[in-house]
């Protein structure tokens, strides 16, 4: 699912700046390979992990990590070097590091197929606790890009609120699952299922801002150029599904 919105989102921004520099391909390219590796590893009935697998995750977050980098130079490079107006209106920085949480999600699921049923276990931690903690820090920064972005647009609508309020209290439930004592967490998963439905209303809200744009969806090749971004808030609803199912492992483990 977040590969999907990577490859969905950074294909219409960077269509919208012309692919100006040849690089701009590379994320598109990545996040495809990534959403087919998923859609493999699901399929595959093989409780291995893959090693050709494992390469494309660690290149997805590679790319992700080297694609912020660039996006830190675009901004720099503009009159006046970092600052609002450049932040707002300049490559988005957390854009890319969508791609690298892809590529580390994906490579979590498949160092748990190489991992035992009972306590499994992720970098030297319980895996429960090491993937509530990672979806935690995801929720986090998706939440920073979507803040800057609102704050953009004035919070012209009251609903523009809940994805800066919502998601921060499902990271910090989430962190505190992660770091407290394995028991059931009633009250952070009915929080992420919240944030996990934000993301499909996020999508409805953005395609209603789309249709209010001069045209509307009749002049959709340029409305959904400049209007707010359709894929961007399904990454809600991916990190949230994770972060349910770090609940699922935390809650058996000893």
């Known amino acids: 699912m977040l590969a999907l919105s990577v490859l969905a989102d950074s294909s219409i921004e960077h269509y919208r700046g012309s692919f100006e520099n040849k690089a701009m391909f590379t994320p598109l390219i990545v996040s495809a390979l990534t959403l087919g590796t998923s859609v493999h590893g699901t399929a595959d009935r093989r409780e291995d992990a893959h090693l050709a697998r494992d390469t494309i995750y660690l290149l997805a977050a590679a790319t992700g990590l080297i694609g912020t980098g660039f996006h830190l130079y675009n901004v720099g490079k503009k009159t006046g070097g970092v600052s609002w107006q450049n932040l707002f209106y300049g490559a988005p920085l957390g854009a890319p590091m969508a791609l690298l949480l892809s590529g580390a999600l994906g490579a979590v699921g498949e ?62 439930l989430l962190a505190r699952a992660a770091l407290g004592e394995p028991r ?71």
Do not use: I
Not at 133 to 162: I, K, P
């Open 184 to 254: 059931v967490c009633w009250w952070t998963r009915a929080w992420l299922r919240v944030t996990a439905a934000l993301g499909a209303l996020g999508v409805a809200f953005h395609a209603r801002g789309v249709a209010r744009y001069h045209g509307g969806w009749r002049n959709w090749s340029q409305n959904v150029l400049s209007g707010p971004p359709l894929p961007a808030p399904p990454s809600f609803t991916a990190l949230a599904t994770a972060g349910l199912a770090a609940l699922r492992l935390r809650e058996t483990e000893r």
């Open 111 to 172: 160092t748990l197929r190489d991992e035992p049923l009972e306590d499994p276990r992720l970098f030297g931690l319980p895996a429960g606790k090491a993937l509530a903690l990672l979806s935690a820090v995801g929720l986090v920064g998706t939440v920073g890009e979507v803040a800057l972005l609102h704050f953009r647009g004035s919070f012209q609508h009251r609903a523009m609120y809940a994805p800066v309020a919502v998601p921060p209290v499902a990271a910090a």
